[in-house]
């Protein structure tokens, strides 16, 4: 049962996605977590050998599964996103690219000891950092908008002009021909990669234009995108070796920023299977390393890597940013941010064995060495970039901030009590009369259709941990968590009902605040009866069962706040876990539960004071 491949395919899956739910589950790397269960999957056990499972598949799949990732990654590329960040992108292509690739050519060759020919290609490679790492690793990251965008693009669209460095290189080595030059070589790589870039553009216009318009189906859109990236990648890869890489780039960036109906399915389609790829294809990296090439790693590596991480993505940043609006501390986090990954070793690999076979000396140490590089960033990298944005004090920590769709007595008298308990709050509405209440309690508001905005990538949806939708519509409700859920996660949106058999309906239609399923006119009739929020801490001696019993009737808690200020909202659904220390917020009439509490213990406390009669207390 071992060696059946489709066991080994199911356990390639299981591998990589449990490392991903770990590693969301812990706040550790999920790339280095891939990587560990790769190697002990491999080499270690011997389970996996992609080589022998998969045998001339591997290097296609390996491809075609970098050609998915990276068009996902241009699919998110909105220009929109270079509004903080456009020019420090743009200086880290055109002064970063020569200035790292310079500089790795130079540690390659003093450092690792590889003749100037290996050094130059292996310098080019080195240029790029793997969208497939950084994308997994901003997930865990609090930092700002320019950082992360400075990051994403630098990824994405360094990766082909890294693979196009190492094309062009390759070829100026084995160029047989009689006119071998740098001019005749440039002037060759630069009309394949035009060629590529136009193929890309072309697909990505025809698409757009095609899928608003109703020539493909709804359900078909998807397979048809998926086929149409594969189909790019290859033709462009059958004119030139790696071009195919431009094709699906600019593809991604061209329906980014083009209008088209389906772009969010779309888009969550490719997210979800680039995770799906990522997790794959990771595994099988990791479990490609046997012991011969780990033995082939030799000491005179270790000072190439320690002058890749602490002196050629340093200078290369520095330089790059030079007089730029970038702040300094945001500086010094890029310039040690930049692990590597798939497209990394699947060109040294691809090159290397080219190489090999052309006998060219030094080129059987590209394997090992780039096995190392990828090794040691992501682990470097991974494990300390949330450790060096606090240093630098550019980490922004978890958000505790709530956003409230819809404006009324009921929201606002909540906005109203979260925030006196520190918490940020934002109440959004599309009328500017619903928000005047709001902004005389002096409630950040936000004026328009949160939706659209969200949709829009106006709003980061990271900024907040909870999401209420409260208008009185209540189709546009369930719409706020359907659309939204998907990126914020759905336990992290709770809605308002508008009729008490909607809000029986089941998860269906979304998470349905508090446990009775209270409606949207039950909650404003009674904030405008005077009905209060109180917040009641859990103690020892005074149980959630005593809160419990001291709730009058269409009273009842609305939400736990822990110690750590995570707020747990109640639903139809389920109930937050509750244990001692916990704050309960509940909605309750005019005379507080907080009164009932102390009336509890006092009358709890009689019997130790000597007199059980409780009418004598006050004697």
């Known amino acids: 049962m071992v060696d059946s491949l489709m066991v080994k395919i199911a ?7 449990g490392a991903q739910w770990v590693a969301w589950r812990t706040g550790r790397p999920a790339i280095a977590l891939m990587l560990i269960v790769g190697i002990i999957a491999g080499p270690v056990l011997g389970i996996i050998d992609p ?10 799949i390996i491809k075609l599964a970098v050609a998915v990732i990276l068009f996902e990654g241009g ?9 903080h960040a456009g020019w420090a992108v743009m200086r880290l292509v055109v002064i970063g690219v020569p200035v790292g690739w310079v500089l790795g050519t130079a540690a390659a060759h003093y450092g690792a000891g590889l003749s100037w020919e290996v050094s130059a290609l292996f310098g080019g490679i080195m240029v790029v950092t793997g969208p497939t790492v950084i994308g997994p690793m901003l997930r865990n990251l609090r930092v700002s908008p320019r950082v992360r965008d400075i ?21 100026y080595i084995t160029y047989e021909g009689a006119a071998a030059d740098v001019y005749t070589i440039g002037l060759d790589v630069l009309a394949a990669s035009f060629v590529a870039g136009v193929l890309g553009a072309a697909l990505g216009y025809a698409l757009t234009w095609l899928f608003p318009r109703g020539y493909v189906p709804e359900y078909l859109k998807a397979p048809f995108l998926l086929i149409t990236v594969i189909a790019g990648f290859v033709l462009a890869d059958i004119i030139k070796h790696e071009t195919g890489l431009i094709t699906v780039t600019i593809m991604g960036v061209v329906m980014a920023n083009r209008p088209i109906y389906s772009s969010q399915t779309l888009h969550r ?3 979800d299977l680039s995770v799906l790829l990522i997790s794959g294809v990771f595994v099988l990296l990791s479990a490609t390393l046997d012991w011969e090439t780990v033995q082939a790693f030799q000491v005179r590596f270790v000072v190439f890597l320690i002058l890749l991480l602490f002196l050629v993505r340093p200078l290369t940043i520095l330089i790059s940013l030079f007089l730029s609006s970038v702040p300094w501390r945001e500086r010094f986090f890029i310039a ?8 990394a070793v699947a060109i040294t690999g691809l090159f290397a064995l080219r190489m090999v076979d052309y006998g060219i000396p030094d080129a059987e140490a590209l394997v090992p060495l780039s096995f190392a590089v990828v090794i040691v960033t992501i682990f470097a990298h991974g494990f300390s970039a949330s450790w060096f944005a606090r240093f630098l004090d550019i980490e922004e920590g978890k958000s505790d901030a709530i956003m409230i769709v819809g404006s009324n007595s009921w929201t ?4 109203a009590f979260l925030k006196s308990l520190k918490y940020e709050v934002t109440i959004a509405d599309t009328g500017k009369f619903a928000l005047r209440r709001a902004k005389r309690r002096e409630i950040d508001v936000y004026d328009g259709d949160f939706l659209d905005e969200a949709h829009n990538d106006n709003v980061d949806l990271g900024n907040f941990q909870h999401l209420i939708a409260a208008t009185d519509n209540d189709s546009y409700n369930q719409l706020l968590s359907s659309d939204l859920g998907p990126e914020m996660g759905y336990e992290q949106i709770s809605l308002l009902a508008t009729d008490k058999k909607d809000a029986k309906r089941g998860p269906g239609r979304g998470r349905v605040l508090t446990e009775s399923g209270a409606t949207f006119t039950e909650l404003v009739d009674r904030a405008r009866e005077g009905w209060k929020f109180s917040k009641t801490r859990l103690t020892e001696k005074f149980t959630y069962e005593n809160y419990r019993e001291n709730l009058g009737l269409g009273e009842e808690p609305i939400a736990v706040m822990k110690p750590d200020r995570r707020l747990l909202f109640f ?10 220390g916990d704050a309960i917020i509940g909605f309750v009439a005019p005379e507080s539960p907080e009164k009932r509490k102390a009336a509890y213990q006092e009358a709890k406390a009689m019997p130790l004071m000597g007199n059980p009669d409780p009418e004598g207390s006050e004697a």
């Open 51 to 60: 080589e022998r499972d998969f045998g001339t598949l591997l290097e296609p």
């Open 571 to 580: 639903s139809t659904e389920a109930r937050p876990f509750i244990e001692e």
């Open 412 to 415: 606002v008298e909540l906005a």
């Open 269 to 271: 389609f490719k997210e």
């Open 336 to 343: 040690w941010i930049a692990p590597r990954g798939i497209v």
């Open 11 to 17: 356990l390639i899956g299981a591998l990589g996605i």
């Open 75 to 83: 699919l998110s590329l909105n220009f929109k996103d270079l509004r």
């Open 151 to 171: 990051l994403k693009w630098e990824g994405i669209v360094n990766d082909p002009i890294g693979a196009l460095l190492a094309v062009a290189i390759y070829a």
